[in-house]
Nanobody
Framework: QVQLVESGGGLVQAGGSLRLSCAAS????????MGWFRQAPGKAREFVAA????????DYVDSVKGRFTISRDNAKNTVYLQMNSLKPEDTAVYYC????????????????????WGQGTQVTVSS
């Protein structure tokens, strides 16, 4: 079992920045690829970013490329999402998720592949 707790959400003006954190406890963090997803009101949950358990491979949805950066610190069992140049359309509840993988470079951009989820943190970007 893996427990995930997100933090760092809040209200920010367009063009501003936030850094989300996701602290993991339980089983060995290193064996898990990590992902960030988001869900806006009335919309389906959307992939945002993913990182392999080695940290060497990352992926982003096109709408956040160049603005968001995913990273992880395996010593601290924590994954981060640095969000810059925020836009009102980034407003959503952001969830982190963990996927048990067999290879250090593996990750998924599909929600169904993830095994554990956090409770979410609200990000609101005002125009």
């Amino acid at each position: 079992q893996v427990q995930l707790v997100e933090s760092g959400g809040g209200l920010v003006q367009a063009g501003g920045s936030l850094r989300l954190s996701c602290a993991a406890s339980g089983r060995t963090f290193r064996r898990y690829a990590m992902g960030w997803f988001r869900q806006a009101p009335g919309k389906a949950r959307e992939f945002v970013a993913a990182i392999s358990w080695s940290g060497g491979s990352t992926d982003y949805v096109d709408s956040v490329k160049g603005r968001f950066t995913i990273s992880r610190d395996n010593a601290k069992n924590t994954v981060y999402l640095q969000m810059n140049s925020l836009k009102p359309e980034d407003t959503a509840v952001y969830y982190c998720a963990a996927e048990l993988v067999s290879y250090s470079g593996s990750y998924s951009n599909t929600a169904g592949e993830y095994d554990y989820w956090g409770q979410g943190t609200q990000v609101t970007v005002s125009s």
